[in-house]
């Protein structure tokens, strides 16, 4: 099951207190739309949990949000290596030191660059698979009893445009955005009447570093700063997402 894409308009523009009192994590924090996420979540009110495995860049992430924001909590995991438990062991203390969770962003991916399948080195493979989906549903699987407590809920999940990655060369990295569009779907399903809502966001081309790997920087001159789909990743997580569920959004840049 693949979930629908949503009618590509812009749905109502989050406020300066679309997340107040909520506390949402932030899954590959540190990364381009991580991090332009996490900041636009703090501004909305949220208390925000960066997880990623680049403690330094998640300290800097930490300092700039705290500057002026709620301050926000560090988990540093390594989502390669990450096994079941350890995902249990984040939602424990999630609940023991905020407890509670209204939403959960994914915005990690594994990407080492464009190469056939024939030459894909197996472990580069597998990594990008379980980075890119494995990881991504241990950790939805361990948070959802703790977002069910919730009024309201979300999971977001991070998708790339499917026509492009599903070509060739994309590997590992292609095949686990197809796998999180379907997991969208099956999870919507099975949650379509509790309080936690499912749904995707497919932003543009972003200028990030996983961008860099299968684009020549200086001939890319369609893609976005990060910035420019914060503002989406903030409704989708607030009370106006709810139209959106289900779905796997496409947003106009902002």
């Known amino acids: 099951m693949t979930a629908a894409v949503?009618?590509?308009?812009?749905?109502p523009a989050a406020d300066a207190h679309a997340l107040a009192g909520r506390v949402v994590l932030v899954a590959g924090a540190h990364g381009g739309l991580g991090s332009a996420a996490s900041l636009a979540c703090a501004r909305a009110g949220a208390t925000v949990v960066l997880l990623g495995r680049r403690l330094p860049k998640l300290n800097r992430l930490y300092d700039e949000i705290a500057a002026s924001g709620p301050e926000p909590l560090l988990y540093?995991?390594?989502?390669?290596?990450?096994?079941?438990?350890d995902?249990?062991?984040?939602?424990?203390r999630l609940e023991a030191e905020l407890g509670r969770l209204d939403g959960?962003?994914?915005?990690a991916a594994e990407f080492r660059g464009l190469t056939p399948l024939l030459h894909t080195d197996p472990a580069d493979f597998a990594r990008a698979l379980h980075v890119g989906l494995t990881a991504q549903w241990w950790l939805t699987q361990a948070c959802l009893p703790l977002l069910s407590q919730?009024?309201?809920?979300?999971?977001v999940f991070t998708i790339d445009d499917l026509s492009r990655v599903g070509q060739a060369y994309w590997g590992g990295y292609g095949l686990a955005q197809h796998g999180l569009a379907a997991l969208v779907g099956m999870l919507h399903a099975e949650h379509a009447n509790s309080r936690v809502r499912v749904a995707g966001l497919r932003p543009g081309p972003m200028r990030?570093?996983?961008?860099a790997r299968a684009?020549?920087?200086?001939?890319?001159?369609?893609?976005?700063?990060?910035a420019a789909y914060a503002g989406a990743c903030v409704e989708l997580l607030s009370p106006a997402g709810a139209v959106h569920r289900g779905q796997v959004w496409a947003p106009p840049p902002k």
């Not at 540093?76 to 079941?84: F, I, Q, V």
């Not at 995902?87 to 424990?92: D, K, P, R, V």
């Not at 684009?215 to 700063?225: G, I, P, S, Y």
């Open 104 to 107: 959960l962003l994914h915005c």
């Open 87 to 92: 995902y249990a062991e984040l939602a424990t």
């Open 215 to 226: 684009f020549v920087a200086t001939d890319d001159r369609v893609a976005r700063e990060p």
């Open 208 to 211: 990030t570093a996983l961008r």
């Open 6 to 11: 949503a009618n590509p308009q812009a749905g």
């Open 150 to 155: 919730a009024p309201d809920a979300a999971v």
């Open 76 to 85: 540093p995991l390594d989502l390669e290596g990450a096994a079941p438990d």
